[in-house]
């Protein structure tokens, strides 16, 4: 009872199985390329980028759905999940994404490259609230929640709105379709007035959730089966949904409907295709991502590097802003004005460092085209002693009765250490996570190490000295010195 809605809700929210590899396969044949004028990366190298939001101080936040993990389920033929907690919310800054929570739940639909995680992020009053999707008892995790999270200054997480529970005993109008998921797929999370918005893709919801966790629904979108994904607010607190749609995704057949704060529901913006997200520019005009156009009438459906970010010009009309991109899947505007777009929405190799996002000059020449872009060079390459390609640098032998430490699957290797007084330690991080080694004492700080990254102490004065990651307190270790 449980794996066949989960299945069906796969293959409804993204597309035909069959058809899927052919496409991953030909966007991957572009060379990798330069961004054209007017475009800026903010940062690559990312898995699977989703939401993003700025805070009141003007730092970005995003959520990262991960890669799945270890945990590998084979569900049906053709159908396999792989469980984990790589999934993260993270600061984006100078090209690279610094943990500010870990350790969340991801799924990764294998044989389409499909995963669910954290999925947004949004402020309200301040606070930064987390969506993750792909949790409960119909994703096979059944400790685990999908819902609304509080995000603590410590980086813990506090769920607000437990949407694994609620759901079941808040079905659409419309008979639920048959790739219904109990746990539903949740997409996008955005502030309106006092409380928050999230949509439900395969259901066909808009919910409401308000800071003390009560959870209702404000518009039933079920109608038509359009899969409700992206959603924008205005200053006077009406909504604005976007549709993926499912197979085949014909060109049109998407559009962004308006709903009021009291839940009337009326098309703002009709003709487009595939829409992902949907998002208002400073100047109230309504902006959409499509994830691909002019696709086609069998597998594989989506066509590849055709995605578009596009704006309104008028009830059915658009104006095209990018063009040739692969699977756009956010998008928003800086405290500036400037567009970002956060892209793929699937790649091969589980989304491991595929995804990237950018930003576009409002100011530039429009349309853009991406063609031939490919896959941009990761932007945060290491801190110094960093082989920069991705793959730990060699340290050279330490000297005398020194130890090496590894730092891998957020541990240190290992943990406690011996070394007589003169002897140096040294540390490598094989995480694609930022780490430091930081004494608790404050005597050293290996200051931020990205993949590859190194350090090393010589300790001279016999003791007892304990450190940690500053990035992720639950990491400790121990240098004695004799």
Not at 389 to 401: F, I, K, Q, R
Not at 473 to 479: C, D, Y
């Amino acid at each position: 009872m449980v794996v066949r809605p989960l299945l069906c809700s796969l293959v409804a929210l993204t597309f035909a199985l069959a058809g899927l590899r052919p496409a991953i396969a030909r966007a991957q044949d572009a060379a990798a390329g330069t961004t054209p004028d007017g475009v800026d990366v903010v940062a690559a190298g990312l898995t699977n980028p989703r939401g993003f939001a700025w805070s009141a101080d003007g730092s970005l936040y995003m959520a990262m759905a991960g890669s799945g993990g270890e945990t590998r389920i084979e569900v049906a033929e053709g159908f396999t999940l792989q469980l984990g907690l790589s999934s993260s919310v993270a600061t984006i800054a100078d090209g690279c994404a610094t943990p500010a929570a870990v350790g969340l739940v991801s799924a990764l639909w294998v044989e389409a490259g499909w995963i669910w995680g954290a999925m947004d992020v949004a402020f309200l009053d301040d606070q930064l609230y987390v969506l993750v999707s792909g949790a409960g008892p119909s994703w096979l995790s059944p400790s685990s929640f999908s819902g609304v999270f509080r995000l603590n200054d410590d980086g813990s997480m506090a769920l607000v709105a437990d949407l694994t529970s609620w759901l079941p005993d808040n079905l659409p109008e419309t008979p639920v379709p048959p790739d219904y998921n109990s746990d539903g797929s949740l997409f996008d999370l955005e502030a309106a007035g006092d409380a928050l918005l999230l949509s439900e893709a395969v259901g066909g919801l808009l919910i409401r959730v308000t800071p003390e966790g009560e959870i209702s629904t404000l518009a039933d979108l079920s109608e038509g089966h359009l899969v409700p994904t992206g959603i924008a607010v205005d200053d006077d607190g009406n909504a604005f949904v976007g549709f993926e749609t499912t197979p085949p995704y014909a060109d049109g057949a998407s559009k962004v409907v308006m709903v009021t704060p009291d839940g009337t529901v009326s098309d703002a913006w009709t003709g487009l295709t595939a829409v992902t997200d949907v998002a208002m520019a400073p100047d109230g005009t309504l902006y959409a991502a499509e994830m691909g156009t002019g696709n086609l009438d069998e597998d594989p459906y989506l066509r590849p590097d055709s995605g578009r970010v596009v704006r309104q010009t008028g009830p059915d009309s658009v104006e095209e802003v990018l063009t040739d991109l692969a699977y756009p899947v956010s998008l928003g505007f800086d405290p500036d004005g400037a567009i970002y777009v956060a892209y793929p929405a699937f790649s091969p190799d589980a989304g491991e460092r595929h995804g990237a996002i950018l930003r576009v000059d409002p100011d530039a020449d429009l349309p853009i085209s991406m063609a031939g872009l490919g896959d941009l060079e990761s932007t945060c390459q290491g801190a110094p002693g960093s082989s920069g390609d991705g793959t730990p640098a060699a340290l050279s032998p330490v000297p005398g009765d020194g130890a090496e430490i590894e730092i891998e699957d957020f541990a240190f290797g290992p943990a406690t250490v011996e070394i007589p007084a003169g002897a140096t330690v040294a540390w490598v991080n094989a995480d694609s996570s930022p780490h430091t080694a930081t004494a608790d004492d404050g005597a050293f700080d290996s200051g931020r190490l990205d993949e590859g990254g190194t350090t090393a102490v010589t300790f001279d004065t016999p003791g007892t000295f304990a450190y940690h990651c500053e990035y992720h307190p639950a990491m400790t270790g121990t240098i004695t010195v004799t």
